[in-house]
């Protein structure tokens, strides 16, 4: 089976019936993906699938033969990050970071079919996953601002590459 | 004062959405084997035997462990505090829950595993399981626990109970013009991390072991880790730190010493990670709290004395919770000032899940029974709830069930802001009080003897 996975032609040689989670993750090396529950039932193995959000761990890889398959890792880079992935670290959306890949998915495709700022679609459209960390509240903030076009300060948020902390100038003595 | 207030980025943060992150489910290593853990069918049953033959036999297994296997069999994780060993890391003699695990395989696959796993073979003898923890004391109950019976029974002094006595209880119900009374039980609750548990084991060329853990407790996992295996501190190498949620549930060493085991056995590395069926099964989870509250009130709302007995929940066997009903012991007035209490708790044994800890180990559940308490007493006299809970709310000096002098309570804070933000109409006297120690109408004839002690620490 032949596959587009961010960008780059890929051959599966896995069983037809392997999840497509299994294959990206086995197969191909793609961590982001994440078994939460094999069951469909988390959300954290979302990846787009000709644009569309969808389970991989539902998904038989010979059900996606010739499409194109983008998972978080197709979406930006830490050197040159989405405007989701900058909406997510400036509004503190991403906690322990295990749902994350697949919010980060299923936001982009919210926002690239134009979703709006209002927090009950928002809501409606990330139903499918489950974080028990943030209880959602910084999740949708984050998707709203990306809709409503907020820009991000990610001199002050991704400066955090080097792993250190930064003390930002002025707050508090 | 250079970070309260500040907007500081998470140093992880560019890696979580990136997918950069590496968890331990994402650590790949060369000739990795994946393991699948045999786990008991049975709440309560005695074996009476044990093959793994068959499933040692078959292509592309490469280690099979059972308790035959692990050099410190039995351990419990506060033995470090003096606290006996009750759980062994496979079953040996009975299974005391179902999901116990009984046998571990290492295979080249993680379906070879488990095919495996279905080959091992077991006998089983049912035994009659104990689920409610009010049985636990009846005579003829079926006995859960063979190191402490059906009740943790070694406190100090050698006491089954967690016993705490203040004050003269006798006198304050004698005293008291309103007894109220309440039974109040929660339910057990999985943490429900999104990553389940999961262990990635790598035995090192000079006989060392690096063990990729998912806990939420670096150190004390290595020394349960080092403990079962018999190895010292300075052969095991844990890698961690970066946890998919744990919220207390992986705060119990529930992957890493089989893992080690069998990386050890097979000289391969393996990674054995739950499934979200075995993480629902079979890791530990919030246990159920039986409280009985019997509180003496005056007719103008002061609590006079508490009477209570808890009743733990500690599922198959102790891990924390001696630890957790300790600490409710120590919480059990909640977030007010009453001066003379009985209070009796016991951590009982059941054929569940062993229970751990969850967000406020221990107190959670007795917050909810307190202030459901509150309410019913409150509403017994007639009284404005608010005005009730600030009457009795903790104040500077006010002392805690273990005699602790409170330095900085925030009862008061909290129940004017709640009062505040729910639209709740306070009296003047009650929306300007403060939590400086109590004087006046605030300093009733029952609370003297135990205010103003000053730092009783």
């Given amino acids: ?173 | 004062m250079k970070v309260v207030g500040a907007r500081l980025p998470r140093y992880d943060g560019v890696g979580h959405v990136t997918g950069r992150t590496t968890y331990v489910d994402d650590v790949r290593m060369p000739g990795m084997l994946h393991a699948a853990a045999l786990r008991s069918p049975h709440h309560h049953a005695r074996i009476t035997g044990l093959d793994v033959s068959a499933a040692e036999a078959m292509t592309g297994v490469h280690a099979v462990i059972t308790h035959a296997d692990v050099p410190l069999l039995v351990y419990g994780h506060l033995s470090g505090a003096g606290i006996p060993g009750d759980e062994p890391l496979l079953a040996k003699d009975h299974v005391r829950y179902r999901g116990q695990p009984v046998a571990l395989v290492a295979a080249d696959t993680v379906e070879a595993a488990r095919a495996a796993c279905a080959a091992i073979e077991v006998g089983y003898e049912e035994l009659p399981a104990l689920f409610d923890v009010r049985l636990a004391f009846e005579d003829d109950a079926p006995v859960v626990n063979d190191t402490f019976g059906n009740w943790y029974n070694q406190y100090e002094g050698n006491l089954d109970v967690r016993q705490i006595r203040k004050g003269d209880t006798e006198a304050a119900f004698d005293a008291a013009d309103l007894v109220v009374s309440g039974v109040y039980r929660t339910q057990s609750q999985e943490q429900a991390p999104l990553e389940t548990q999961v262990c990635v084991a790598v035995p090192e060329p000079d006989g060392r072991l690096t063990v990729h853990t998912c806990t939420q407790a670096m150190y004390f996992s290595l020394g349960v880790v080092c403990s079962h295996l018999q190895m010292p501190m300075s052969e095991i190498k844990m890698v961690g730190g970066t946890v998919g949620g744990g919220f207390g549930g992986k705060v119990d060493t529930a992957s890493d010493s089989l893992t080690a085991l069998a990386a050890q056995k097979s000289g391969r590395p393996v990674k054995w990670r739950w499934t979200r069926e075995e993480e629902m099964l079979a890791s530990g989870n919030r246990g159920p709290w039986h409280m009985e509250i019997i509180d003496a009130v005056s007719r103008d709302g002061w609590i006079l004395g508490r009477k209570m007995l808890t009743i733990h929940d500690a599922g198959a066997y102790g891990r924390f919770s001696v630890y957790g009903l300790t600490k409710h012991s120590f919480h059990h007035t909640g977030a007010y000032s009453i001066p003379n209490l009985h209070f009796d708790g016991y951590v009982v044994f059941t054929n569940r899940i062993p229970t751990t800890a969850m967000r406020g180990y221990g107190v959670t559940g007795l917050s909810t029974a307190i202030e459901l308490h509150a309410e019913r007493v409150a509403r017994e006299l007639g009284m404005d709830p608010y005005e009730f809970r600030l009457k009795n709310a903790n104040r500077v000096n006010d002392t805690s069930p273990n005699r602790i002098a409170y330095e900085d309570p925030s009862t008061v804070e909290v129940l004017q802001s709640l009062a505040s933000a729910t639209g709740a109409e306070l009296s003047d006297e009650l929306r300007t009080m403060t939590r400086d120690q109590r004087t006046g109408d605030m300093l009733p004839e029952h609370l003297t003897a135990q205010v103003g002690s000053g730092g009783g620490h």
């Fill in chain 1, 1 to 173: 089976m032949d596959l587009t996975v961010n960008s780059v032609a890929r051959t599966v040689q896995s069983p037809p019936l392997a999840s497509l989670l299994t294959v990206l993750r086995e197969e191909l090396d793609i961590t982001s993906p994440k078994a939460g529950c094999e069951s469909g039932s988390c959300g954290a193995c979302t990846v787009l699938i000709d644009g569309e959000p969808r389970r991989s761990c539902l998904t038989a890889v010979c059900a996606v033969d010739g499409a194109e398959v983008t998972t978080v890792e197709g979406l930006g880079t830490p050197e040159d990050l989405s405007r989701v992935q900058q909406a997510f670290i400036h509004h503190y959306a991403a906690q322990c970071g295990f749902c994350t890949d697949g919010l980060v998915v299923a936001a982009t495709a919210y926002v690239s079919a134009g979703g709006s700022a209002d927090t009950a679609a928002i809501s409606d459209a990330l139903a499918g996953h489950y974080c028990r960390c943030t209880g959602y509240v910084k999740i949708i903030e984050a998707v709203a601002a990306v809709a409503r076009g907020d820009e991000f300060d990610i001199a002050a948020t991704a400066s955090s590459a080097n792993n250190t902390y930064v003390t930002i100038a002025g707050a508090g003595s």
